[in-house]
């Protein structure tokens, strides 16, 4: 069986090497000289946190191929598929020839661009994303090279953080353009997110809610400032816009694929396509979010690599995604997390207000407690916001921020909430480890777990009266 994957990053190569190691002959295709990236580590590398002999190319095209048993084509594009007819029309991007080939399916892998603003300006030098590692390596090697003084971010998500964290590091002024006028503000209620505001402004970043309306440039083209939606003109030298990311379905769509309301591939549990030849995985594809039921694109390399290897097992299989013995994928709980100026945060499920939008009676708590046993040295405050089903209480995500401790409490939470666990059970029946130098005898989950099952117990016996 011939099998194409289209695309690299994370969830390609896990793909192809997955469909090999089935016995399928595969070939991977990405337009990119780079194939296997580390994307996230990208911020890190810019700061050169990551030390001098880092490298974000976690395996060459000539060592994917030899490791892995592919055949891997770099720097070429394709242009087209027909899954009908089984073919692939690809451009050879450094010859400038084009060519079709014949597969029996194909793997969908092409992932997800940077969102732009679209507006004037926008093309300027020194205006930059953060997507492939042509990015990283611009956007490093300007600031490397240019006599930057101050750095605007646009966007005050997990990325934008990550970047103004490391222009800090390097030295320069950097200010945060966030149109709600705080940090993380899509997962997280602006509660919760007190400590890492506190941070940030310490770290002397000022944080704006303001919103680009456009660019000015200087005589030779380079940006020198950047217009906002309150009549500011904020100058810089370098801008960096993060403002998420959108799937790169241009290929699925002009072959006739369906395109899900979140923007990604429809898929269905087994990872196919609307087309039976064709499978979709990583950031192109749309998922389910099993706790509220609705179909998300989630663009993080572990659901990444979750999703290509089930797309690949199935896609390099002789039977039938109708058959038990196919691979099925068991949709996204949402886990994500960040540390930023010393601070983590970590936000798993959903917020109340997505239950809301969803549909789902919903009460959430908030609590402060200690990440370690009181009287212990270095002992640090955290707060986290549990969500639950009211009357029911069932878990449907948390928030927790800490300078310790969150992300991996937040990890707990994933196997509670995908299970549907219930506040009361994580109160009273899970065991958490109790060790004075990192944990106290309650933890801080438990604490709020006890308080959110009270209050859905409440909305209950409320319920019930009226």
């Known amino acids: 069986m011939r099998l194409a994957v289209i695309g690299g990053l994370a969830a390609g190569p896990a793909a192809a090497a997955e469909a090999a190691r089935a016995g399928a002959e595969v070939s991977l295709f990405e337009q990119e000289p780079h194939v296997s990236v580390g994307a996230c580590e990208m911020p890190y590398w810019i700061a050169g946190t990551l030390g001098p002999d880092a490298t974000l190319e976690v395996l060459t095209p000539d060592r994917l191929a030899e490791t892995r048993g592919i055949t891997v084509h770099s720097r070429h594009r394709v242009a087209q598929i027909d899954p009908a007819r089984g073919r692939l029309k690809v451009e050879a991007l450094d010859f400038g020839s084009t060519r079709e080939e014949r597969f029996d399916r194909f793997i969908l892998a092409t992932g997800a661009r940077a969102r732009r603003l679209g507006v004037d300006g926008e093309g300027a030098t020194g205006v930059f994303s953060l997507r492939s590692l042509a990015d990283a390596q611009a956007l490093q090697r300007w600031l490397a090279t240019e006599p930057v003084r101050h750095v605007v971010i646009v966007g005050g998500g997990y990325v934008g953080l990550e970047i103004a964290e490391a222009v800090c590091t390097l030295g320069l002024r950097a200010t945060v353009l966030e149109p709600e006028g705080r940090v993380l503000p899509g997962g997280f209620s602006a509660d919760v997110t007190v400590q890492m505001q506190e941070a940030v402004r310490a770290a002397g970043v000022?944080?704006?809610?303001?919103?680009?309306?456009?660019?000015?440039?200087?005589?030779?083209?380079?940006?020198?400032?950047?217009?906002?939606?309150?009549?500011?003109?904020?100058?810089?030298?370098?801008?960096?816009?993060?403002?998420?990311?959108?799937?790169?379905?241009?290929?699925?769509a002009a072959a006739g694929l369906t395109i899900g309301a979140s923007g990604g591939v429809w898929t269905d549990a087994h990872m196919r396509t609307s087309h039976r030849a064709v499978w979709a995985c990583g950031d192109v594809a749309e998922l389910m979010r099993p706790v509220d039921g609705a179909r998300i694109v989630w663009p993080l390399a572990p659901t990444g690599r979750q999703t290509a290897r089930v797309a690949a097992r199935n896609a390099a299989s002789r039977a039938t995604a109708r058959t038990s013995a196919a691979e099925t994928f068991a949709g996204v709980t949402g886990a994500v997390g960040v540390r930023a100026f010393g601070v983590e945060a970590a936000a798993v499920g959903i917020t109340e207000a997505q239950a809301a939008a969803a549909g789902i009676d919903a009460v959430s708590v908030q609590i402060r407690h200690l990440t370690r046993t009181g009287q212990f040295p270095?002992?640090?405050?955290?707060?986290?916001?549990?969500?639950?089903?009211?009357?029911?209480?069932?878990?449907?995500?948390?928030?927790?921020?800490?300078?310790?401790?969150?992300?991996?409490r937040a990890d707990v939470l994933v196997p509670l909430v995908r299970h549907r666990a219930t506040a009361r059970e994580l109160a009273e029946d899970t065991d958490l480890i109790y060790t004075p130098p990192l944990a106290p005898a309650v933890d801080p989950l438990r604490r709020a777990a006890s308080a959110l099952a009270r209050a859905a117990a409440t909305a209950r016996l409320r319920g019930a009266a009226r």
């Open 378 to 408: 270095g002992v640090k405050p955290i707060d986290v916001c549990l969500v639950a089903e009211r009357g029911t209480g069932r878990l449907l995500g948390g928030q927790l921020v800490a300078r310790e401790g969150a992300i991996l």
């Open 206 to 252: 000022a944080v704006r809610a303001e919103r680009v309306t456009g660019f000015r440039t200087d005589r030779l083209g380079r940006v020198a400032a950047v217009a906002t939606d309150r009549g500011e003109v904020v100058g810089c030298q370098a801008v960096v816009v993060a403002v998420g990311v959108e799937p790169r379905t241009e290929l699925a």
